[in-house]
């Protein structure tokens, strides 16, 4: 289960384990079902917008529910999180079963990058300046196991957002 809580604090996105997305209220009133299908939702920093993962796709909708668009991307997604400024996505994303990368889109679909590859858990800074994520290290194949060695980066994001992701790990 994953949540987000709007910026003021009165509600509280969630998906249930059935992979439905409630907003619960800080009232204590019901929660109510936004979406039957999605999980992992993100609100936007002005509280207005939802990002969330709907069968690999990454989708937006108002924060208050109905229709949902698809951001165009032929990738699986997940794990999306919103730019300060609530321009821009930024989400874990699969090409295959084995190699996930760091994306990023602009909330009207354009503009897709991939920022680092073999790396997930994506997190914009709070002055929206570094994505943190976790990188999947490349261990001997004498030393590897089922669960890869993971290490924290930050990408630095200038404005326009092209970081060379090998030249921007620091």
């Not at 989708?59 to 794990?79: E, F, H, I, N």
């Not at 609530?86 to 991939?114: K, P």
């Amino acid at each position: 289960m994953s949540s987000s809580v709007s910026p003021d604090g009165s509600h509280i996105y969630y998906n249930s384990e059935d992979s439905g997305i409630f907003i619960a209220y800080a009232d204590g009133e019901l929660p109510t079902l936004l979406t039957l299908d999605g999980i992992g939702p993100a609100v936007s920093p002005d509280g207005a917008m939802l990002a969330f993962t709907s069968r690999g796709e990454l989708r937006v909708m108002s924060a208050d529910g109905g229709r949902s668009r698809t951001l165009p991307q032929r990738l699986v997604a997940y794990d999306p999180s919103w730019s300060s400024d609530g321009t821009r996505i930024v989400f874990e994303a699969w090409r295959d079963h084995e190699n996930a990368s760091i994306y990023i889109i602009n909330v009207d679909g354009s503009g897709l990058q991939e920022l680092a590859a073999s790396a997930t858990s994506p997190s914009w800074s709070p002055d929206g300046s570094r994505i943190g994520g976790a990188w999947m290290k490349e261990l001997p194949s004498a030393q590897r196991t089922p669960f890869s060695e993971r290490v924290s980066v930050a990408l630095r994001c200038p404005g326009n957002v092209r970081p060379s992701p090998a030249a921007q790990l620091s």
